[in-house]
């Protein structure tokens, strides 16, 4: 199950940062979005996702691991999707629209969510 944002912005680039360093304190999501995808051929080794990470002040070796999606699906006409390891419940769903509220409002960019199988 994924949950994919749609960023409306500017600043679309700083969102998509602000969103990645979100991802690295919810393990229960791995990402994509679509800086991630122009990088991947870069980032096949833990070393290049932890070198990706590192600015956002690092990232664990075990959630190099299972931070990026492994599925191959491509973002599509969205920015960025959280794609969740279990399928969420609706609290875990309203935690992570309020971690993304709280973490784009200084950005000053607007969004939507929808989450699909």
């Not at 096949?44 to 990026?68: L, S, V």
Request: proline share 5%; with cysteine; glycine share 8%.
């Amino acid at each position: 199950m994924r949950s994919y944002v749609k960023l409306y912005g500017p600043p679309v680039l700083k969102a998509l940062t602000v969103l990645e360093k979100l991802a690295i304190d919810t393990p229960e999501v791995c990402i994509m979005d679509s800086l991630i995808e122009t990088h991947l051929d870069n980032l096949g080794t833990k070393y290049g996702i932890f070198e990706y990470f590192k600015p956002y002040g690092g990232i664990t070796e075990e959630r190099c691991d299972h931070i990026i999606s492994k599925s191959g699906g491509s973002t599509g006409d969205y920015d960025f999707y959280f794609e969740w390891f279990m399928k969420p419940t609706t609290t875990q769903l309203q935690m992570l629209i309020e971690k993304i509220d709280e973490a784009l409002k200084p950005v000053g960019v607007r969004y939507t969510i929808t989450t699909k199988n």
